[in-house]
Nanobody, 119 residues
Framework: QVQLVESGGGLVQPGGSLRLSCAASGTIFGIVAMGWYRQAPGKQRDLVVTLDIDGRTNYADSVKGRFTITRDSAKNTVFLQMNSLNPEDTALYYC?????????????WGQGTQVTVSP
């Protein structure tokens, strides 16, 4: 099994920045991809960005140029730097990991961290 612990959410004014972190632990034999999704009230969970084992990224159009995903492979940790935040970015942000733990490939989710962008 894989456990994901997220941190870094909070309240920020429009134009501000936040940095989210997600640390994966457990019997992990290999992480295939890591990333972030978000869900606003009354809406479905949507992709923010993913980063695969080869370093390829897939950003949602709405965050391109503002958000940046990075990874510390040694610590099984992924980060999301969010700049130029606007109220439309307000949502519960979920960390996502696809990993072999220990053999079977599975998708794992964090508990979510709230990001609120408001004056």
């Amino acid at each position: 099994q894989v456990q994901l612990v997220e941190s870094g959410g909070g309240l920020v004014q429009p134009g501000g920045s936040l940095r989210l972190s997600c640390a994966a632990s457990g019997t992990i034999f290999g992480i295939v991809a890591m990333g972030w999704y978000r869900q606003a009230p009354g809406k479905q969970r949507d992709l923010v960005v993913t980063l695969d084992i080869d370093g390829r990224t897939n950003y949602a159009d709405s965050v391109k140029g503002r958000f940046t995903i990075t990874r510390d492979s040694a610590k099984n940790t992924v980060f999301l730097q969010m700049n130029s935040l606007n109220p439309e970015d307000t949502a519960l942000y979920y960390c996502y990991v696809r990993a072999r733990a220990p053999i079977i490939l599975g998708d794992y989710w964090g508990q979510g961290t709230q990001v609120t962008v408001s004056p």
